[in-house]
Nanobody, 121 residues
């Protein structure tokens, strides 16, 4: 199973980006799909997750109201729409599939390689 994330880039504060993560090698229909991020010098933190049912979603408090997670099972893809970006959102964003336990935790079966998001003030 491979996860390929894309859509990162450099934007100014207040801008928007849309991340995509395509999963190869297994259907995602029965899996939770999440996004995590890691800023320089910090540990990996939960950003958002959409559960296998497609409608249960959780967000980190820091991104609520600004980020939206969605999934397209037919395309084996999870998306992260990021609006009103702030410099504090600067990080490497990674997708993950198949949570084991709390979907807001770090315990996932499969991880992507990450895509860099840089927000300048």
């Amino acid at each position: 199973v491979q996860l390929q994330a894309s859509g990162g880039g450099s934007v100014q504060a207040g801008g928007s980006l849309r991340l995509s993560c395509v999963v190869f090698g297994r259907s995602v229909r029965t899996y939770d799909m999440g996004w995590f991020r890691q800023a320089p010098g910090k540990g990996r933190e939960f950003v958002a997750v959409v559960r296998y049912n497609g409608f249960t979603k959780y967000y980190a408090d820091s991104v609520k109201g600004r980020f939206t997670i969605s999934r397209d099972n037919a395309k084996n893809t999870v998306y992260l729409e990021m609006n009103s970006l702030e410099p504090e959102d600067t990080a490497v964003y990674s997708c993950a599939v198949g949570s084991r336990g709390d979907p807001r935790g770090n315990d996932y079966n499969y991880w992507g390689q990450g895509t860099q998001v840089t927000v300048s003030s």
